[in-house]
T-cell receptor
Framework: GAVVSQHPSRVICKSGTSVKIECRSLDFQATTMFWYRQFPKQSLMLMATSNEGSKATYEQGVEKDKFLINHASLTLSTLTVTSAHPEDSSFYIC????????????FGPGTRLTVT | GESVGLHLPTLSVQEGDNSIINCAYSNSASDYFIWYKQESGKGPQFIIDIRSNMDKRQGQRVTVLLNKTVKHLSLQIAATQPGDSAVYFCAEKGGRRALTFGSGTRLQVQP
């Protein structure tokens, strides 16, 4: 089956620093990748949709200058949390869609970000 | 805005019993629905899906029912096991939109 990986699985950073999270589709090409954020005991909330080779589309309330998304290839998308603050601490989950199968959306294992 | 919601935040069942988790959705344009299982610290795990042209779909020990008239989705788990303990989310989408998730139900299976 389709596999999506994320790196790192956990990261701790100091307030004010930036951290990059990678999302890779391992055995399929993903023209579209999605980034979700999940706070404790809450649901997954879509942050942005990333299309290969073009700018990401951000959901309302998500700061595009704070959450930089790059989708430079069909197998890699990155999310950079800039000038991180403790309130950015969350579980970040990426998802990739196989461009040949409209409905299928595969999820990564998530990245736990803790900002101290 | 459009949302997908759940009736019960926590469901506690005895091992061996059947579990039913419910979900209401509000976007009438949604045509694809999925149930996910999420264990602590992990990403969502696909359980079963259903398209809007169906009202029932069965998998191994799981059944999804879709009632488009009242915009209701349910997940039935037969002979619930301790390993089924997790948070369950319904998700919906229409066309090429991203999946939208419901608020989740925690299933606790008592041995």
């Amino acid at each position: 089956g389709a596999v999506v990986s994320q790196h790192p699985s956990r990261v701790i950073c100091k307030s004010g620093t930036s951290v990059k999270i990678e999302c890779r589709s391992l055995d399929f090409q993903a023209t579209t990748m999605f980034w979700y954020r999940q706070f404790p005991k809450q649901s997954l909330m879509l942050m942005a949709t990333s299309n290969e080779g073009s700018k990401a589309t951000y959901e309302q309330g998500v700061e595009k200058d704070k959450f930089l998304i790059n989708h430079a290839s069909l197998t890699l998308s990155t999310l950079t949390v800039t000038s991180a603050h403790p309130e950015d601490s969350s579980f970040y989950i990426c998802s990739a869609r196989d461009h040949q199968v409209t409905y299928e959306q595969y999820f990564g294992p998530g990245t736990r970000l803790t900002v101290t | 805005g459009e949302s997908v919601g759940l009736h019960l935040p926590t469901l506690s069942v005895q091992e061996g019993d059947n579990s039913i988790i419910n979900c209401a959705y509000s976007n009438s344009a949604s045509d694809y629905f999925i149930w996910y299982k999420q264990e602590s610290g992990k990403g969502p795990q696909f359980i079963i899906d259903i398209r809007s042209n169906m009202d029932k779909r069965q998998g191994q020990r799981v059944t999804v029912l879709l009632n488009k008239t009242v915009k209701h989705l349910s997940l039935q788990i037969a002979a619930t096991q301790p390993g089924d303990s997790a948070v369950y989310f319904c998700a919906e989408k229409g066309g090429r939109r991203a999946l939208t998730f419901g608020s989740g139900t925690r299933l606790q299976v008592q041995p």
